[in-house]
């Protein structure tokens, strides 16, 4: 299954910004849904943002006009723009890849540490 990498996370000041960027293995077009989750301390995992592989986007009500999932071809990553970081967006954030049919897997990057603080 598909090997994510995921860079980008550190230390902001609130109504900063901070780019994440996932790198897959295999070509990100071919992968029926890739997204961002985060888990802060003592949290449920919970969805940020999707893409699907024709390009539709998803996003939490609470990230909404702040933050913008894209896919880079050249690069072959699904990056997150995080824009007026609040530090309720402290959290771990994960890349996540869903692909279905033959050959289905549910596969997770090994996180990167967002934290938002003055």
């Known amino acids: 299954q598909v090997q994510l990498v995921e860079s980008g996370g550190g230390l902001v000041q609130p109504g900063g910004s901070l780019r994440l960027s996932c790198a897959a293995s295999?070509?990100?077009?071919?992968?029926?849904?890739m997204g961002w989750f985060r888990q802060a301390s003592g949290k449920q995992r919970e969805m940020v943002a999707l893409?699907?592989?024709?390009?539709?986007?998803y996003y939490a009500d609470s990230v909404q006009g702040r933050f913008t999932i894209s896919r880079a071809r050249t690069k072959n990553t699904v990056d997150l723009q995080m824009n007026g970081l609040e530090p309720e967006d402290t959290a771990v954030y994960y890349c996540?890849?869903?692909?279905?049919?033959?050959?289905?897997?549910?596969?997770w990057g090994q996180g990167t540490q967002v934290t938002v603080s003055s």
């Open positions: 996540n890849a869903k692909r279905y049919g033959s050959g289905a897997y549910d596969s």
């Open positions: 295999e070509s990100i077009f071919d992968i029926n849904i």
């Open positions: 893409i699907s592989n024709v390009g539709s986007t």
